[in-house]
């Protein structure tokens, strides 16, 4: 059974302790569909940056398909478990605080999968600050989003009133769908989202 001494979640020490004892409740084990699907249409490959990356799978559909991709978590434990889990691609994950972190390069994309999500709502305004700072116009956040009323969490779920208000002095969504092939923490209240940043 595991047991864990830190129960705030803004703190890496929280994700250290439950990556050192294998408690990942919200890992897909793999890739998602509608984010296969959103490479594999893609007219070019995409310069990409995955906060708080976890496990990191995603990694690997992107490095396969030729997309410069960087993996963030500011967890020492998270970083170690990707590298292991990516083997030959550990090169894509690096230890980052993702409020600090600056891309090497120009950013096409940020990947979003439970992110938003693992820390409170509080922190949801400058989530989506950093997000705007990150991307420049036309650049894309695309990902899954976690709707729910709860306030307790991880996962902290968000109204889709309140992403909406937050995102779109920035960001203009230009695709919508349910998910089909959710984990059962997520099953019925995650949709698939792509937003493009405004100019500005
Ligand atoms: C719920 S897990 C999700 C992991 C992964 N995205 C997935 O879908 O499996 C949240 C991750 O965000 C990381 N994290 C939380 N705050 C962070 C921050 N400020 N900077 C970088 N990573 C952070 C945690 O260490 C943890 O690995």
């Given at each position: 059974m595991a047991e864990f001494k830190h129960r705030d979640s803004t703190g890496s020490a929280f994700w250290d302790e439950r990556f050192a004892q294998s408690?990942?409740?919200?890992?897909?084990?793999g890739i998602p569909a509608a984010l296969k699907q959103f490479v594999a249409q893609a007219p070019t490959p995409l310069t990409t940056l995955i906060p708080g990356c976890g496990l990191g799978h995603e990694v690997a559909l992107l490095a396969a398909a030729g997309w410069d991709v960087t993996a963030i978590d500011f967890s020492p434990a998270a970083v170690a478990a990707a590298r292991q889990n990516l083997g030959p691609l550990a090169e894509h994950v690096v230890e980052a605080d993702f409020f600090a972190f600056q891309p090497p390069r120009a950013l096409d994309l940020i990947y979003e999968r439970a992110f938003l999500c693992a820390l409170p709502p509080a922190m949801h305004e400058a989530i989506v600050a950093r997000w705007a700072a990150l991307l420049p116009a036309g650049a894309l956040l695309a990902g899954y989003f976690f709707f729910d009323k709860?306030?307790?969490?991880?996962p902290f779920g968000i109204e889709p009133e309140r992403l909406k208000g937050l995102l779109e002095p920035n960001f203009e969504c230009i695709e919508d769908s349910e998910v089909g092939d959710s984990i059962a923490v997520f099953a019925g209240r995650e949709r698939w989202q792509v937003w493009r940043r405004l100019p500005g």
């Open positions: 408690f990942m409740p919200w890992d897909r084990a709860t306030r307790s969490g991880p």
